[in-house]
């Protein structure tokens, strides 16, 4: 057996460990027996149960289609926006969703934190793979087209930045009583995205144009009030 398959036979078993028990009830010697090889061999793949877990999320996403639609989106201001969006919107419905998989692995992330960081590590690892490119490759078409100003630092440390303000915002409302109420404002999602993308550097007008109409008249208040 070749090593690509016997890496895929392994992922195949996690996938049912991890489905049937859960992260904390799933161990490398479950999936090892679920895959018919010792724990040896299985190490020589996989390191861990993080990097077990953690490629498989990988593996989810690049098999998600609107996520492979919006990777292959020419980089641009549109596509920057839309990034932002998507985020914005699967974290904050985190919550909502019937299937708890997704608040599970929310929670799994915030205690990596306070742990040993592994599967932090290696998930956004993963994440800086996928998406980082297309992040980087749309600023500077945003840039270019002056719908964002210029950014002196590591243009990537402005998703991570985008990205942990809206996990902690998922984090606030994942107790059956959310944590904060954010004034009950009926469009969180909106004023996430306007906040996470006035900070990535894009100007009012380019917000305004690429989220929408409601948006737009949001903006030129804005920009009214501040004229005032």
């Known amino acids: 057996m070749t090593s690509d398959l016997r890496r895929q036979l392994i ?11 859960g992260y904390t009830g799933t161990t490398t010697k ?11 061999l299985l190490f020589k793949h996989f390191p861990s149960k993080a990097a077990l877990y953690a490629e ?10 609107a996520f492979i639609e919006l990777l292959e989106r020419e980089p641009s201001t549109a596509t920057l926006v839309e990034v932002i969006r998507r985020m914005v919107g699967h974290f904050l419905h985190i919550a909502d969703g019937p299937d708890q998989e997704e608040a599970q ?3 799994l992330m915030a205690t990596s934190h306070l742990d040993d960081g592994e599967f932090a590590r290696l998930l956004y690892a993963k ?14 078409r945003a840039v270019a087209a002056g719908d964002a100003r210029p950014y002196a630092g590591d243009p990537l440390n402005l998703f991570w930045f985008a990205h942990h303000a809206v996990m902690t915002a998922a984090l606030t409302r994942l107790p059956a009583t959310p944590c904060l109420a954010y ?5 969180l999602e909106r004023q996430l995205c306007e906040f996470l993308l006035r900070g990535i550097g894009l100007n009012d007008a380019a917000i305004a144009s690429h989220l929408g109409r409601d948006q737009a008249a949001d903006a030129g208040k804005a920009a009214i009030a501040e004229s005032a």
């Open 183 to 187: 004034g009950k404002a009926n469009d």
């Open 127 to 140: 994440i800086e793979t996928l998406i980082g490119a297309a992040f980087v490759g749309s600023l500077e």
């Open 105 to 107: 692995r929310l929670r």
């Open 56 to 65: 498989i999320l990988s593996d989810e996403c690049e098999a998600d289609p």
């Open 11 to 21: 992922l195949g078993a996690a996938k049912r460990c991890f489905a049937r028990h």
């Open 30 to 40: 479950s999936v090892a027996a679920a895959a018919a090889i010792s724990e040896a």
